[in-house]
């Protein structure tokens, strides 16, 4: 019996103890962009699954989702685009990006998605984000926002 009781209370830790670590600031403002957007959005269980699984097709549900996170990340910005430091700043700077690597990469970015965006901000938002998903910028985005989706950030 008490062998069962142990089993029990260990089994009800290791459940509970990813809900008890505490979140980051910035792990915490993503959940609250993500909720809000999937609320406005009007997104669909499945469709918060794709995005759960960081895929990102190129269409208007997804792109509409886009930016309005960024934008209420305040890291988006209709007429400047990506706020490359701000994005740096608020994602723990030199300590976890290159940024060396990192300011280039988003800003050019930025400006090739501008160039070939249909002049409207949530098609340039679009662009611009797919552009850096393939950089290493892009690499460090899909790790992060892993551990943000599975409560380990």
Same mark, same amino acid.
């Given at each position: 019996?008490? +062998? ?5 209370? @260990?089994? /009800? ?9 505490? $979140?980051?600031? *910035? ?38 989702? +886009? ?5 209420? @990340?305040? /890291? ?9 430091? $701000?994005?740096? *700043? ?64």
């Amino acid at each position: 019996m008490i +062998l069962i009781q142990c089993q029990f209370v @260990l089994t /009800l830790l290791f459940t509970l103890l990813p809900l008890l670590r505490a $979140r980051s600031p *910035q792990s915490l403002a993503i959940v609250r962009a993500r909720d809000e957007c999937t609320r406005s959005g009007r997104l669909t269980a499945e469709q918060r699954r794709t995005l759960d699984r960081l895929e990102y097709a190129n269409e208007l549900w997804v792109q509409r989702y +886009l930016h309005c996170f960024w934008t209420q @990340l305040q /890291l988006w910005e209709d007429n400047d685009g990506f706020n490359s430091m $701000r994005i740096v *700043q608020t994602y723990g700077g030199p300590h976890r990006f290159n940024v060396e690597q990192a300011l280039p990469a988003i800003g050019g970015c930025n400006a090739r998605a501008r160039r070939t965006s249909t002049g409207n901000a949530i098609d340039w938002c679009y662009k611009a984000f797919v552009c850096i998903l393939r950089t290493p910028v892009g690499d460090w985005y899909r790790h992060y926002m892993l551990d943000v989706i599975n409560g380990n950030a």
